[in-house]
T-cell receptor, first 119, second 113 residues
Framework: AQKVTQAQTEISVVEKEDVTLDCVYE???????LFWYKQPPSGELVFLIR??????QNEISGRYSWNFQKSTSSFNFTITASQVVDSAVYFC????????????????FGKGTKLSVKP | ETGVTQSPTHLIKTRGQQVTLRCSSQ?????VSWYQQALGQGPQFIFQ???????GRGNFPPRFSGLQFPNYSSELNVNALELDDSALYLC????????????FGNGTRLTVT
């Protein structure tokens, strides 16, 4: 069975602190996608990153970075120098990777981590 | 802007009633998925439509049904509403050839009293 665990329910930091959001996943598939989405109070899910199981390279995008480790089934997300605008609920998700390289619309989400960044 | 629009934004219904939620996707987005997000939880997959046919379903009873139309709009219908159906319902779409992540709308907040 596929499962995503985000053990941190809520995290509170002060602006400019670095923060890491943890994600551990379970799957029997050998090929899969991992995602991070951000959900601000407005409700929509904002796509942040997609990683396929073939690519364990870490990725950096501005203040955001992601650490993918298949050996520990983890896909952690770090925000450097956090800002108040980073306050949101962050979801990690998993989906199967189809043989034509795409991803199905069936994502398995974790329960989310609520991040509060205080000025 | 994701190009996915949902209506209405909020809705209040009574237990036992039926409800229809609507979603409009970008042109070319032939796949649409619907998710239910209970308060404090992650979204749960309800079902997926591709070119007007259901091609994937989560662990939801048959009273949850859907339609997808040729103009890239879709509907989620829920019959015999129960209190536990109160949630945020999210629509998401993606274009072919599937090498793109899902784009989500803002959701419809359904309250069943």
């Amino acid at each position: 069975a596929q499962k995503v665990t985000q053990a941190q329910t809520e995290i509170s930091v002060v602006e400019k602190e670095d923060v890491t959001l943890d994600c551990v996943y379970e799957t029997r598939d050998t090929t899969y996608y991992l995602f991070w989405y951000k959900q601000p109070p407005s409700g929509e899910l904002v796509f942040l990153i997609r990683r396929n199981s073939f690519d364990e390279q870490n990725e950096i995008s501005g203040r955001y970075s992601w650490n993918f480790q298949k050996s520990t089934s983890s896909f952690n997300f770090t925000i450097t120098a956090s800002q108040v605008v980073d306050s949101a609920v962050y979801f990690c998700a998993l989906s199967e990777l189809m043989n034509y390289g795409g991803s199905q619309g069936n994502l398995i989400f974790g329960k989310g981590t609520k991040l509060s960044v205080k000025p | 802007e994701t190009g996915v629009t949902q209506s209405p934004t909020h809705l209040i219904k009574t237990r036992g009633q039926q409800v229809t939620l609507r979603c409009s996707s970008q042109s070319g987005h032939n796949t649409v998925s619907w998710y239910q997000q209970a308060l404090g939880q992650g979204p749960q997959f309800i079902f997926q439509y591709y070119r007007e046919e259901e091609n994937g379903r989560g662990n939801f009873p048959p009273r949850f049904s859907g339609l997808q139309f040729p103009n890239y709009s879709s509907e989620l219908n829920v019959n015999a509403l129960e209190l536990d159906d109160s949630a945020l319902y999210l629509c998401a779409s993606m274009p072919e050839p599937y090498n793109s992540p899902l784009h989500f709308g803002n959701g419809t907040r359904l309250t069943v009293t």
